[in-house]
């Protein structure tokens, strides 16, 4: 299966790739679904929304603030490094995660599409003016926004949020222009992100998903990768590199 995929990679010249928490699993950081998944034993439906933290900012502050934590102490893995190359690698090479975690931006990578924004950064919930992401947010005195008095949340899409729509409209742009996609570590349940792979093979894209388990994408792909991420990725670079 490496040496197909290889070969039918070598030849393609714009390389997209979407990652999810998958491709941070082997750095220790918690997917949100599945057996080994679920931030502890909040689902992401119940903190990960609006209406939480109208409810109960506290409670959605605290969750933020243990995962910061998490997220400061782990590393990018091979996965990682291994999109950082492909950068080089391809005519023109594209980044879109899901992932919060700044783990791309950490290993190296340059170009990335942060489809759901960035678990450091704060904004207030009122006007979006950004807040200063080195302050320690106290869930008992959550900060007001110096501009209009709103209260400061993390700068992340929650559930019922759009999209920035200059984000998502250049990742599908990239998408459909794509003749190589590459879906690593994503249960490709959450839209819009979804659809972006479904788009690429829409517009005749070779469609390789790498995942540890079936998705609803994987009856669509042309090859799928039962690895993890960070064992697969690194070969897949190496074997491209002996080409070019
Ligand atoms: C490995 C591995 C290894 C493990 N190697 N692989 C129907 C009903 C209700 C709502 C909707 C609906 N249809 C659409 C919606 C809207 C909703 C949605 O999609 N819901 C679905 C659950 C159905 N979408 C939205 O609300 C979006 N906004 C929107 O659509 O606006 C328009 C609109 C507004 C109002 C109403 C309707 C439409 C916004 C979505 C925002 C998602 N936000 C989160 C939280 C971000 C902040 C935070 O982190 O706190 O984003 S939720 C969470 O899911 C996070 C992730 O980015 C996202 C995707 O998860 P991901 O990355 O796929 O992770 P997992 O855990 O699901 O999968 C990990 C995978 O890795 C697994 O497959 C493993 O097997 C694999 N894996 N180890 C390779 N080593
Ligand atoms: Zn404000």
Not at 16 to 31: D, N
Not at 149 to 169: H, K, S, Y
Not at 177 to 188: E, P
């Amino acid at each position: 299966m490496l040496d197909q995929v290889i070969k039918v990679a070598r030849d393609c010249e714009r390389c997209v790739v979407l990652t999810g928490a998958g491709i941070s699993a082997e750095s220790g950081v918690p997917t949100f679904r599945g057996k080994e998944g679920l931030w502890g034993k909040f689902r992401p439906e119940e903190l990960a929304t609006m209406e939480a933290f109208m409810a109960n900012p506290q409670i959605v502050w605290e969750w933020y603030n243990w995962r910061r934590e998490l997220i400061s102490e782990v590393k990018p893995n091979p996965g990682h490094y291994a999109i950082v190359e492909m950068e080089n690698i391809f005519d023109h090479f594209t980044l879109i995660t899901q992932n919060v975690d700044d783990l791309h931006r950490i290993a190296g990578s340059k170009n990335i599409i942060e489809l759901h924004g960035n678990i450091n950064k704060n904004k207030c919930l009122k006007c979006s003016e950004p807040f200063p992401d080195d302050q320690i947010i106290s869930p008992d005195v959550i900060p007001a926004c110096p501009k209009c008095g709103g209260q400061i949340r993390p700068d992340v899409v929650w559930f019922g949020e759009m999209l920035n729509a200059d984000t998502i409209q250049k990742a599908f742009d990239e998408s459909s222009k794509a003749d190589l996609f590459l879906s690593i570590g994503t249960s490709a349940i959450v839209q819009p992100a979804a659809s972006l792979p479904v788009e690429a093979k829409r517009s005749q894209a070779t469609l390789i998903e790498i995942n540890v388990n079936n998705t609803s994408l994987t009856s669509i792909v042309d090859f799928f990768i039962a690895e993890p991420s960070g064992e697969f990725l690194p070969k897949l670079v190496e074997g491209l590199k002996k080409i070019i």
